[in-house]
């Protein structure tokens, strides 16, 4: 009996041993966002330790702690898991949730090689193997995450995108991925937007957020924040009208999994997430594990599963999937099994505690599926890059539905329709609407962009017409007209009540600037002049014209002068001709006295050949024709004597000058006619020249306004100047920072109204100062008598003002900017600038030139050897030519050394004339018979030869010289 007993006993107690199971820990570190992962956690655990098939011979327990929340301080988190460590021993930890408190919590399980399951930390640098070798994390990095946001923006179209993340790790690096990611595929960040961790921003801040993105025109914004701070941001979104249909809000997995946030107590959706589309963790909701999960939450009243809740239900999943494989591995000895007997400050590790860890990495590569998906570990502690894959949620109709998933092979595949705001099914756009959309345009007299046309309709004001559009024209309004057709938005004019464009008065603004900074006026379409202290009220599009400030002035009327024909040549150049008239007079009469070929010259040679009883001879045998007395006061040769006398020579040399000389009063020996020949080419280059300086002097206008320079208007006092009060011109002269401008503000004497502008300077000496635009337009238009001066002294662009923030600028500006390049614009300029009379008149600004003395250097260089020519060839006729030796003895006896042939006392009658003692009428008979000898008259048959008869007239001039000596 007693054997029996001891047999029962000993195997009772052997079924005792073999009936023991082994405890192991796990710690769950949670927080006040994922309230219901210690739900998921405890399924997790019973599921496992109710399955046979699992841990022979290990019984899971679950140990929760709450630590607080996301927000808090990462030490804190660091904190609390060594506290739990102290009181208890675990084999792993699961959690915590974000990436910064995983990232301080790694440091320490790294230690101590305690292995740490992050459900949900995406962090980048989490992979360093320095520090993180025992940590294991369920989701992707955010390279992954940022690679299918990416994805999803390519797919719907979108081009243009803000970028809105919080300044901690898993916002700054998601940030940086996406931006780069971004770039790569051609998709514009316009803006980024990056917000402090503040879980209870001020209404100021958050709309401060939201007015950064309205500047930017954003409608598509990609939302890379943690959970609570993506709350307020779209809270803020929706108290500044950034949530509608012309919005898209696309959020990352921390907002989009953060699914009870979205969400009212009563279950409705919160208006800032509708319409909202983000990625989250992939959930397989059909399988086994789900839906016992599932049921588990109703259980619990607990209607939404999260994926962070689905994460923290798998890891539980992954870390029995491992323990398994190495409890199976050690044929049942579970002595190596064990739970953490140490804290954070344990200086040693058992070699049985690193081989546990070791051997769960190994076990950590092998594959399993949990609900969120097929999964399986790198053994650097990441997912599987083949395993990854994304949910595409959509928040819509009080539901957060899957409408599709991504993958790295696939990318973005939709499996159902996106629902937009308020049910909307067309994907909107990523730049502003302006259909059906009715703009506020503020418009203001400003020539020629705003141009008043009630006139033409016989009306006294705008308000009076019955139709307020027509009374406007101008190139803004062909612009306006321009953008309606494409844009397809209808308008209407509102005009300032102060009559101003905008400047600061008292310390606020007024005119358009005013209306448009309080939001009465969404558009300023005058040419508004752009400016820094402008661009705090409002936005500026782009610059479509050119503009600039110069300076305007009345031109002085044209003084009558009484000698403005003398105006074409300088004093030195009339003194020059004056000169040159008076040498060719002279240089005409000598040439054609002393040569014996000219008119002069040839009747002295001829008178030289024959003396008085020769010349009766001659007479006698009718030498000349009609018995005419060649002395007698008409005849022809005595006229021929004084063809070229001093006074015919000088009529002659100024006649040429004029264009005009007498027909019969020309030279005929070839020196002079060398010497006219000159004189009347350059007579023609200076009648040529006088008559285009003329010609230029009676069109050109002078200005007599020499002003050009903000130096020069400083240093003058005989003209005032000013522009219009409240606009860009007397902003950008006050503001100016250099020391001219300064002066020229404090000088300024300025006008309430363009028009008051105009008065004055057409009353007085009056500088204008003002936009190009109005100012080209006026003067070349209006009032001719108006005039620019100098050029532009301070630069700026003509561009319409906008509301800050204003959602239509980016499509005016891409409208604008293609008109633009295609010289649309420029166009609408010219054919208001076209309609003006006044240009042609104002063609010139300058004085012509007058020609002045250097000008004929190149004349005197042709002329002076002309002259010596000249008289190389009046040489040559003295001395050379057949008529050479009477030449000669005419040229002795104009030197005074050889005295003329005539008798001293002889006294003889011919014909009617009585010759005395006289040389004049000696020398007039002489001539007579001279000219009828040198021209070769016919003779009657008892003439004697004109050779012999010559001979003998040198022979008896010869006796008579010897005689006289």
């Known amino acids: 009996m007693l054997l029996l007993t001891s047999l029962l006993l000993i195997l009772l107690s052997d079924h005792l041993v073999l009936g023991q199971t ?37 019984t899971l327990e679950g140990s929760p702690l709450d630590i607080g929340s996301d927000n808090d301080n990462p030490a804190e988190a660091v904190n609390q898991m060594c506290r739990m460590l102290e009181r208890e021993d675990v084999m792993a930890v699961v959690g915590p949730f974000s990436s910064s408190q995983v990232k301080s919590c790694s440091y320490v399980a790294h230690r101590i090689e305690l292995p740490l399951i992050a459900p949900t930390a995406t962090d980048p640098d989490l992979t360093n193997p320095h520090w993180s070798e025992s940590l294991q994390k369920l989701s992707p990095s955010n ?43 051609g998709i514009k960040v316009i803006t980024e937007l990056e917000i402090g961790f503040d879980l209870n921003p001020s209404a100021e801040t958050m709309r401060g957020w939201i007015e950064q993105l309205q500047n930017a025109v954003t409608r598509v914004t990609l939302l890379l924040t ?162 990854i894959r994304y949910s595409i949620v959509n928040f819509a109709g009080d539901t957060v539905s899957p409408v599709g998933q991504w993958r790295q092979e696939t990318k973005v595949t939709l499996s159902s329709e996106v629902t937009w705001y308020e049910g909307e099914r067309v994907t909107p756009i990523d730049s502003p609407n302006l259909v059906n959309v009715t703009l506020k345009l503020g418009v203001l007299e400003d020539k020629p962009f705003i141009i008043y046309n009630y006139t033409r309709h016989n009306y006294s004001r705008c308000e009076d017409m019955p139709n307020k559009d027509w009374c406007y024209t101008g190139v803004s309004i062909d612009i306006i007209k321009d953008l309606q057709k494409k844009l397809k938005f209808s308008y209407e004019f509102i005009e300032p009540e102060d009559g101003k464009f905008g400047s600061i008065s008292g310390g606020e603004w007024n005119g358009i600037i005013r209306d448009i900074y309080k939001k009465k006026v969404d558009v300023g379409v005058v040419g508004f002049g752009t400016s820094h202290s402008r661009e705090k009220a409002v936005d500026f599009g782009i610059s479509f014209l050119p503009g600039g400030v110069r300076m305007a002035t009345r031109m002085k009327a044209v003084e009558t002068n009484p000698f403005f024909f003398l105006k074409p040549f300088s004093t030195g150049v009339w003194i020059a001709i004056i000169v040159g008239i008076l040498f060719f007079f002279v240089a005409i009469h000598v040439l054609d006295w002393y040569s014996p070929y000219g008119h002069a010259g040839s009747i002295r040679f001829k008178c030289s050949q024959c003396q008085c009883e020769k010349c009766a001879e001659l007479t006698r045998r009718g030498g000349f024709r009609d018995n005419l007395c060649p002395f007698e006061e008409d005849h022809a040769l005595k006229h021929q004597m004084g063809t070229m006398s001093k006074a015919n020579a000088l009529w002659l040399s100024v006649c040429s000058f004029l264009t005009y000389a007498p027909a019969d009063a020309v030279p005929k020996n070839w020196s002079a006619r060398i010497v006219i020949t000159v004189w009347w080419m350059v007579c023609l280059v200076l009648v040529s020249m006088y008559t285009a300086n003329l010609a230029a002097f009676l069109t050109v206008r002078k200005m007599t306004v020499d002003i050009n320079s903000i130096s020069d208007l400083l240093d003058q006092n005989e003209y005032s100047f000013g522009t219009v009060e409240g606009t860009v011109t007397e902003n950008l002269i006050q503001y100016g920072n250099s020391k001219e401008m300064q002066n ?32 080209e337009y006026s003067t070349q238009t209006e009032f001719c008598d108006l005039k620019l001066v100098g050029d532009v002294i301070v630069h700026f662009g003509y561009a319409f003002a906008f509301q800050q923030g204003s959602t239509y600028k980016e499509a005016f500006n891409r409208e604008m900017l293609s008109m633009q390049e295609k010289g649309v614009i420029m166009n609408y300029w010219d054919n208001y600038i076209s309609l003006g009379t006044c240009q042609e008149d104002k063609e010139f600004d300058f004085e012509a030139d007058k020609l002045e003395i250097k000008s004929l250097i190149g004349l005197l260089i042709i002329a002076l050897p002309v002259i010596v020519i000249a008289i190389i060839l009046l040489i040559t006729e003295l001395f050379a030519s057949p008529k050479g030796h009477a030449g ?58 004109l050779t012999t008869e010559l001979d003998s007239v040198h022979a008896s001039l010869a006796r008579d010289d010897f005689e006289e000596e």
Not at 27 to 39: D, H, K, Q, R, W
Not at 158 to 169: A, L
């Open 888 to 945: 000669k003895r005419m040229l002795l006896i104009a030197l005074n050394r050889v005295k003329p042939p005539y008798p001293r006392t002889t006294t003889s009658s011919i014909g009617n004339v009585t010759l005395g003692n006289g040389m004049q009428d000696i020398m007039k008979h002489q001539l007579d018979l001279a000219e009828s000898v040198a021209d070769g008259m016919e003779l009657n048959e008892e003439s004697v030869d």
């Open 226 to 387: 943690h959970p609570e701070c993506g709350v307020r941001v779209l809270e803020a979104a929706q108290d500044n009208g950034m949530i509608g249909s012309q919005y898209v809000w696309v959020a990352s997995t921390g907002i989009a999994e953060a699914i009870t946030l979205g969400f009212t107590e009563d279950g409705r959706l919160k208006p800032q997430y509708d319409g909202l589309i983000g990625i989250s963790a992939y959930l397989d909701t059909t399988g086994g594990f789900y839906k016992r999960l599932a049921r588990a939450y109703r259980d619990n009243n607990v209607t939404l599963i999260t994926p962070a809740d689905a994460l923290v239900y798998d890891a539980v999943y992954l870390l029995a999937h491992g323990l398994n494989g190495v409890v199976r591995g050690l044929d049942g000895d579970l002595e190596f099994v064990e739970n953490f007997a140490g804290d954070c400050y344990s200086e040693s590790l058992t070699n049985q505690w690193t081989s546990l860890t070791t051997s769960l990495k190994i076990q950590f590569t092998f594959s399993y599926t949990g609900i969120t998906g097929a999964r399986s570990m790198w053994p650097d502690g990441n997912p599987a890059k083949e395993k």
């Open 744 to 775: 020229v503000a404090k000088r300024m004497n300025s006008t309430d109204t363009f028009k008051g502008a105009i008065d004055r300077m057409r009353q007085r000496k009056y500088i204008f100062m003002y936009g190009r635009g109005p100012l």
């Open 22 to 58: 082994k405890v192991i820990r796990i710690a769950l570190l949670y927080t006040e966002e994922t309230g219901n992962a210690p739900i998921a956690f405890q399924q997790a655990i019973e599921e496992v330790n109710s399955d046979v098939e699992w841990l022979p011979g290990v």
């Open 143 to 185: 390279i992954f995450q940022a690679e299918a946001l990416v994805d999803l923006v390519q797919h719907f179209g979108w081009r243009r995108v803000s970028i809105v993340y919080t300044s901690e790790p898993y916002g700054v690096t998601l940030a940086e991925e996406m931006r780069s990611k971004l770039n790569k595929k």
